[in-house]
C-alpha cells in the first residue's frame, strides 16, 4: 500500500471502538485489504492511513459500523462485508431507523445494502410492494421477515406466504404425497426467516391457530385476504391469471410483498410470465411500489455476485 496521508476519526465510546475493530482486528483487516488503507485503532479513535479517495471509502465504513453497534443493531463480519462491497458499488446502506425490521427480543433486521434499505421502506409506505431481481439479494428473507414482524407485533392478524407449484427442472408429480407435501420442500426459504424472526416453537404455534399460512399459489383462488401480510414469492413462476388472482385477494388492512426474478421463469416456453406482466402494467399506480435488486445486492458468496454479472453480461448479447 502507498502510504498517504492520515485522517482520524473520533469516537466518544471507547468500547464500540474495540467491539468495532472486531474479533483480532479482523474488520479493520477487511477494511484494509479492500481499500489498499492502513488502520489502526488506538483508545476512543481510529485511525486511517491511504489515498483520499481510500481514506474516505474506509472511514463510510468505519463509521457506518460505529453507528450501527451504537444503536444496538447486529455487525457481525457478513454485515462488515457486505458495506465493503456496497461501498465500493455505490450501494450503501446508510443507518436508517426507517429501513430497520424490528425484531422482538432479538436485534433487528438491518439492510446489507442500499437496495435492501429501499425494499423496506417500500413495504412500510405501500400496500403492494414488488421485489424483484437475481437470487441471493435477500429480497424473500426481507419480504418474510418484514412480514413475521408485523404479526409478532400485533399489526396484522395472518402471514400468508405462497409459492406457484413450478419449480426449475422439476416434476412435483413424481414426488411422493400430496401437493403440500410435495411443495413443502419449496417453501423451506420461507419457514427460515420465520424461524430466524419468531423462533421454531413460537411458528408451530402460530401455524396451528392459523396465524400462519404457507401455501401453494393456487391455494388463495376464492379467498379474500383481510389484515394480513402476504408474501408471493417466486412470481416469476406465476402465470397472467394467476398472478391477477393473487392480487385482487386484497381485501382491508392487507398489504403485499411480490418477490422474484423475471429472467427466470420456469414456465413452459411461450407462456408469459405473471411477475413480467404485472411490473409493466401497474407502475405508476399510487400505493404500488417496485424496487429492482441488481448483482451488487447479492448477500451471498462474494463469488454469486460475479456469476450473476457473468450471466447477466451473456444475456444481454
Same mark, same amino acid.
Given at each position: 500500500?502507498?502510504?498517504?496521508?492520515?485522517?482520524?476519526?473520533?469516537?466518544?465510546?471507547?468500547?464500540?471502538?474495540?467491539?468495532?475493530?472486531?474479533?483480532?482486528?479482523?474488520?479493520?483487516?477487511?477494511?484494509?485489504?479492500?481499500?489498499?488503507? %492502513?488502520? $489502526?485503532?488506538?483508545?476512543?479513535?481510529?485511525?486511517?492511513?491511504?489515498?483520499?479517495?481510500?481514506?474516505?471509502?474506509?472511514?463510510?465504513?468505519?463509521?457506518?459500523?460505529?453507528?450501527?453497534?451504537?444503536? /444496538?443493531?447486529?455487525?457481525?463480519?457478513?454485515?462488515? $462485508?457486505?458495506?465493503?462491497?456496497?461501498?465500493?458499488?455505490?450501494?450503501?446502506?446508510?443507518?436508517?431507523?426507517?429501513?430497520?425490521?424490528?425484531?422482538?427480543?432479538?436485534?433487528?433486521?438491518?439492510?446489507?445494502?442500499?437496495?435492501?434499505?429501499?425494499?423496506?421502506?417500500?413495504?412500510?409506505?405501500?400496500?403492494?410492494?414488488?421485489?424483484?431481481?437475481?437470487?441471493?439479494?435477500?429480497?424473500?428473507?426481507?419480504?418474510?421477515?418484514?412480514?413475521?414482524?408485523?404479526?409478532?407485533?400485533?399489526?396484522?392478524?395472518?402471514?400468508?406466504?405462497?409459492?406457484?407449484?413450478?419449480?426449475?427442472?422439476?416434476?412435483?408429480?413424481?414426488?411422493?404425497?400430496?401437493?403440500?407435501?410435495?411443495?413443502?420442500?419449496?417453501?423451506?426459504?420461507? %419457514?427460515?426467516?420465520?424461524?430466524?424472526?419468531?423462533?421454531?416453537?413460537?411458528? $408451530?404455534?402460530?401455524?396451528?391457530?392459523? $396465524?400462519?399460512?404457507?401455501?401453494?399459489? !393456487?391455494?388463495?383462488? /376464492?379467498?379474500?385476504?383481510?389484515?394480513?401480510?402476504?408474501?408471493?414469492?417466486?412470481?416469476?413462476?406465476?402465470?397472467?391469471?394467476?398472478?391477477?388472482?393473487?392480487?385482487?385477494?386484497?381485501?382491508?388492512?392487507? !398489504? %403485499?410483498?411480490?418477490?422474484?426474478?423475471?429472467?427466470?421463469?420456469?414456465?413452459?416456453?411461450?407462456?408469459?410470465?405473471?411477475?413480467?406482466?404485472?411490473?409493466?402494467?401497474? /407502475?405508476?399506480?399510487?400505493?404500488?411500489?417496485?424496487?429492482?435488486?441488481?448483482?451488487?445486492?447479492?448477500?451471498?458468496?462474494?463469488?454469486?455476485?460475479?456469476?450473476?454479472?457473468?450471466?447477466?453480461?451473456?444475456?444481454?448479447?
Amino acid at each position: 500500500m502507498a502510504r498517504g496521508k492520515t485522517e482520524v476519526i473520533e469516537f466518544d465510546n471507547v468500547d464500540l471502538v474495540r467491539e468495532l475493530t472486531g474479533p483480532g482486528h479482523v474488520n479493520l483487516a477487511l477494511i484494509e485489504q479492500a481499500f489498499d488503507v %492502513y488502520l $489502526e485503532a488506538p483508545g476512543s479513535s481510529v485511525v486511517i492511513n491511504g489515498n483520499a479517495k481510500a481514506r474516505a471509502r474506509a472511514a463510510g465504513v468505519v463509521k457506518e459500523i460505529y453507528e450501527r453497534l451504537e444503536n /444496538g443493531w447486529p455487525c457481525a463480519r457478513s454485515d462488515v $462485508e457486505a458495506l465493503i462491497m456496497g461501498q465500493g458499488e455505490g450501494n450503501f446502506a446508510k443507518s436508517d431507523i426507517a429501513q430497520v425490521i424490528p425484531v422482538p427480543r432479538r436485534k433487528p433486521i438491518v439492510p446489507k445494502t442500499k437496495h435492501q434499505g429501499d425494499f423496506i421502506t417500500a413495504m412500510r409506505d405501500n400496500t403492494i410492494t414488488f421485489g424483484v431481481g437475481p437470487a441471493g439479494t435477500g429480497k424473500t428473507f426481507l419480504a418474510t421477515a418484514y412480514g413475521a414482524s408485523l404479526l409478532a407485533r400485533g399489526e396484522v392478524g395472518k402471514f400468508i406466504a405462497c409459492r406457484p407449484a413450478v419449480e426449475a427442472g422439476e416434476k412435483l408429480g413424481f414426488l411422493p404425497g400430496d401437493l403440500m407435501e410435495k411443495i413443502d420442500p419449496y417453501l423451506q426459504p420461507i %419457514y427460515d426467516a420465520l424461524h430466524m424472526v419468531l423462533g421454531g416453537d413460537e411458528v $408451530e404455534r402460530r401455524k396451528a391457530a392459523g $396465524e400462519i399460512e404457507v401455501a401453494p399459489l !393456487a391455494f388463495m383462488r /376464492g379467498r379474500t385476504l383481510s389484515n394480513a401480510f402476504v408474501v408471493i414469492d417466486e412470481a416469476q413462476n406465476a402465470t397472467v391469471a394467476q398472478m391477477k388472482m393473487a392480487l385482487t385477494r386484497l381485501g382491508e388492512d392487507a !398489504a %403485499y410483498a411480490v418477490t422474484g426474478d423475471p429472467s427466470q421463469s420456469d414456465l413452459p416456453r411461450g407462456q408469459k410470465s405473471g411477475l413480467s406482466h404485472a411490473l409493466s402494467i401497474l /407502475g405508476g399506480i399510487d400505493d404500488i411500489s417496485m424496487v429492482e435488486f441488481d448483482a451488487g445486492d447479492v448477500v451471498r458468496h462474494p463469488l454469486v455476485g460475479k456469476i450473476v454479472k457473468a450471466y447477466d453480461k451473456d444475456s444481454s448479447k
